[in-house]
């Protein structure tokens, strides 16, 4: 149906949740059976327009399997960095992942997996990222609402984005399945 649509589609941009839950823990179990991933990757090469994939909270497993783990196995299987930017017609499209930070770090005391947090060196890429002045539009699995506002010291996502407003052209996140708009909370 994507591939139909008039006039074509130039990019896809998958916020996560790309194959849904890890059933083994060794990763070299993936490469030596076909599996979820395998097949999530057979239907994104049936677009006939380039796809860009981020993490979702399934496609993690943490702490069974280290976000380290989830990360290689994205870029062997899918060349897909843990967060990345993609330009097209001057347009910056950004991925960012949410699950970087302590909510998501196995034993610290801020481990909450409800919540999702960037990690301060994400941060400090995505400003660098948005002090650019590219039109940009933001791809994050969690909505703003469970991701914490502030991580390191005043810097977290909801400020960088208030303070880049001119340049955040929309967030666009997943998790939740359904429409949901914060226009009204975030701008």
Known sequence: ?????????????????FFHDYPSADLDFYFAATT??????????????PVHVG???HDYAVPKVSREGSHELFRRKLGVAPYYAVEHRGIKFV????FLGTTWEAGHAQYNKRLGSLGETQLAWLDAQLRERVPTFVFVHYPLEVIVDREVADLGLHGLLRTHADTVQRVISGHWHRWVS???NYG
Do not use: C, K, Q, Y
């Open 55 to 57: 993490f979702g909270n």
């Open 36 to 49: 979820r991933i395998d097949h999530a990757r057979a239907l994104i090469d049936g677009f006939r327009m």
């Open 182 to 184: 914060f226009d009204r």
């Open 95 to 98: 991925h960012l992942n949410n």
């Open 1 to 17: 149906a994507l591939n139909a649509v008039s006039p074509a589609l130039e990019r896809l941009f998958v916020v996560g949740d």
